[in-house]
């Protein structure tokens, strides 16, 4: 087994322009044999084992869901959810795989696309849910924070990865990631009409990152100091992950073409805030009919 490696170039840490520290990055952890295993892997299956943990934790105080069945659920809703961000990103990039199938499910090397696996493992979900008479409205408030804290965990993994890339720049925090690893960021960026070799870039990943961790915080603090109405706490989910995605597409710098001058993740994003902002609102007056008289 070969040792973890580091480069010799990678994340900078800088203040006032001036560096003041530089960490070397490698998107492979070790290799034994003709085995590679990469960070995004690792990472990946961090994100679903401390998930699992939280998710185990809240099933232990839920009144309508015993441990077995919510690890059931998670279960399902794992396989519809690498099922679906893997299928969305093979659609989307189709001309890479048509002469290398094999690669479709090597998803241990990064590919794949968050609302391809939202959407999968919400409709295992679902329909595991209506199969066993579980309230849906119940097991998605179950899963909010969940969802937020795998997904943060996932998004350092894309980070060493060097996938998901941020926009040019060189200031606080900057990334230079080592060509050696990661030459695709620099034929992406000369597709976007940059000729360096790999110049510094925001690091987004890091900052989508922290947005999940807070999200999950946030939806955490909202079950222990108030009383949420079903399906709120899910809901506050989506409105607020869709806003935080929507600010970080912005800083994306691995987007060839923005349709319309936003990315397809932005699009999708719209609807996701406005719709579940209307429905938190809609279930907001239901539970308070007097509040809609006030108002």
């Known amino acids: 087994m ?4 580091t480069s010799v170039s990678g994340f900078n840490i800088k203040f006032n322009d001036k560096l003041i520290g530089k960490y070397g990055m490698d998107p492979i952890a ?4 003709s085995l590679t295993v990469r960070w995004y892997g690792i990472f990946a299956a961090g994100g679903f084992f401390a998930a699992f943990l939280l998710l185990m934790h809240r099933a232990r105080r839920s009144a309508f869901i015993q441990k077995e069945q919510a690890a059931d659920l998670a279960f399902f809703g794992v396989i519809g959810a690498i099922l679906g961000s893997r299928l969305l990103y093979v659609i989307e990039n189709w001309s890479h795989f048509q002469d290398n199938l094999f690669q479709i499910i090597r998803i241990d090397q990064g590919g794949l696309v968050f609302y391809g696996g939202f959407a999968g493992a919400a409709a295992v979900i ?3 849910c209506r199969y066993r008479n579980h309230s849906i409205a119940n097991v998605a408030d179950l899963f909010a924070p969940v969802i937020a804290l795998g997904h943060g965990i996932g998004r350092i993994g894309c980070f060493i990865n060097g996938c998901c890339f941020g926009q040019p720049w ?5 990334v230079s990631y080592p060509y ?37 915080l946030l939806i955490l603090l909202l079950e222990k100091f108030r009383t949420p109405a079903k399906g709120t706490l899910f809901l506050t989910y ?5 806003a935080v995605r929507f600010s970080t597409e912005f800083m994306r710098g691995d987007y060839i073409t923005r349709p319309g001058g936003l990315t397809t993740a932005q699009w999708w994003c719209i609807p996701a805030v406005l719709g579940g902002a209307a429905i938190w609102v809609w279930i907001y007056y239901r539970r308070n009919p007097g509040a809609q008289q006030q108002s």
Not at 2 to 5: D, E, N
Request: some cysteine; glycine content about 10%; overall charge negative.
């Open 30 to 33: 070790f290799e034994a044999g």
């Open 180 to 216: 050696q690893h990661y030459s695709h960021i620099a034929g992406t960026q000369a597709q976007n009409g940059i000729i360096d070799p790999i110049v510094p870039v925001v690091p987004v990943q890091l900052i989508a990152s922290g947005g999940n961790f807070a999200i999950c």
């Open 126 to 128: 679902i329909l595991t």
């Open 238 to 242: 989506v409105v607020t992950y869709a």
């Open 2 to 5: 070969k040792p973890f490696r």
């Open 170 to 174: 060189d200031g606080f925090l900057s």
